[in-house]
């Protein structure tokens, strides 16, 4: 079969939402090390007495908060991304389908099935 504009936009959406999960990883990831550097300077309150630089603190926060956006921003994209890419699927699963059944039917009886199939989706 071959490819066509369907098949090529899958391909571009899987490999960009690809890239978002490694994109959204990694951003959780520096997340987590951001946090355990805050904590780390919390404890060292509690334990010395000893505050943290305020400037470095004040940064790492802003920090912090930013990649906490960008993840929700990924999140939000990623999920779409996905749902476009099991609607373009589905979309070309029913392509093939109705491919198959006029190769496999008889034209009478493929008929009848296009036919019962249209009257079915003007009902919904």
Request: with cysteine; proline share 2%.
């Amino acid at each position: 079969m071959p490819t066509s504009s369907t098949d090529n936009e899958i391909e571009k959406l899987e490999v960009e939402h690809a890239r978002m999960l490694e994109e959204k990883e990694a951003n959780d990831l520096e997340i987590a090390k951001i946090k355990a550097q805050l904590l780390e300077a919390r404890a060292q309150v509690w334990s010395s007495g000893e505050y943290a630089d305020p400037d470095w603190l004040r940064r790492a926060t802003f920090a912090a908060k930013q990649r906490g956006q960008r993840s929700q921003q990924l999140q939000r994209c990623i999920g779409e991304s996905g749902r476009r890419i099991r609607k373009l699927y589905a979309t070309r699963f029913e392509r093939c389908f109705v491919e198959a059944a006029r190769a496999t039917l008889d034209a009478s009886t493929f008929e009848r099935v296009w036919a019962s199939a249209q009257q079915l989706s003007t009902h919904r």
